[in-house]
């Protein structure tokens, strides 16, 4: 598949690009299908065996996600991210349109299901660095904050309107209501990526003769540890993200059953960081460019970590809730600056690999801390727990401060 090239022209603002707006649309029909997608998945294994079954089938996505994670990143440099995401897309659209119409017509096995999920976390491995990688390839790079702000809103709108959307299915149609709901929206991104106009940058389609994927992934390796600026922000990402999931997923709402807020108080607590994050998106969208990003990246991700920790000491929910903004503003900020970071600072070749290494800290070592913070707040209750997580998370931007290339890195302008 051959990328249609951008003419050279007058640099645009992100959010009057066209080619930016296509993908933006693309990313979150795709992120909305996703969400819809891992309801029905939960809904129709929950319903289709054992709590300890479905707990098998929704955990293989995670796993094979995880494992094949850095191998995408591999895939993306090689081949394109273009390609990828596109291919991924079709992938993802016929699956789970296929699994609708199984589940329309019969009642297939358990197992159908665990072969979807395992299918869809091998896809999610090779989209979710190729999605990262696109944008300097579509973007100028003095828009690429503004375009992790975007991407940021457009998350958000995809978690309030997935979960609603795929809930409406389900009790409308059932699972394959829902999966159907899901792989129509996969679809719909298809013709947005298609129409995409590429900046011409290096490797974009093209593969490496003479050496192994293994051998590519070791060269990524070897030049992320060599960089001055994104091998020390890896480090910060992966000590941001391990003291920072755990408590805003596991341990929130241990916190809310020991002060007696309830499912509501959860809602809340995850409304107001919803909100302080979607806020953080909107101001980057409109400001643009944030002088001094990596030391603003560091100090929030150390004053986000007192914020953590202050949400386990607060004994009412509307403080916690405003606790919760606060996290959401702080953590929503520093995650656009370290996207907007890694793809200026990362040469085009090994942006795709860059890229799924700090989504396998994020989305495949953090969240192996989970049980771990369950169990720690059934020993010892959520305030240090809360504590000791906030300081692992305090630990990545103090390192941040204590790296003078990162402390001083740049977004251009």
Known sequence: MTATTAPADVERPAHRDPDVLRWL????????GDMVYHLALAWAAVHGGTPAQAGLVLALSAVMRALLMLGGGVVADRFGPRRIVISSDAVRCAVVLGLAAL?????PGLWVLAVVALV?????ALFLPAVGALPPRIAAPAQLARVQGMRGLAYRISVLTGAPLGGLAVALGGPAAAFGAAGLLFAFSLPLLLTLRLKPLPTDGTAREGT?????????????????????LMIVVALSDLGFVGPLNVGLALLSDARGWGAAGIGWVLAG???????????LTVRGRVPRAGA?????????????????????LPVAVAVSVSIGLLAGLSGALCGALTQTESDPAYLGRVTSVSTFFSL???????????????????????????????????????TPALRRAELPR
């Open 212 to 232: 192994t994927a293994l051998r590519d992934l070791t060269d990524g390796l070897r030049y992320l540890r060599r960089h001055r600026v994104l091998g020390p």
């Open 273 to 283: 960081f919803g909100a302080g994050a979607g806020s953080a998106s909107l101001v």
């Open 103 to 107: 589940l329309a017509l019969t009642s």
């Open 25 to 32: 649309g693309a990313y979150t029909a795709s992120t909305t």
């Open 296 to 316: 603003v990246l560091s100090w929030t991700i150390a004053l986000g970590a007192v914020s953590i920790a202050a949400l386990a000491y607060v004994p009412r």
């Open 120 to 124: 869809f976390g091998a896809v999610d």
């Open 364 to 402: 495949g070592v953090a969240p192996l801390s989970f049980p771990l913070t369950g169990a720690a707040v059934g020993l010892w209750g959520p305030g240090p727990v809360f504590t000791a997580s906030a300081a692992v998370c305090a630990l990545g931007g103090v390192y941040g401060l204590l």
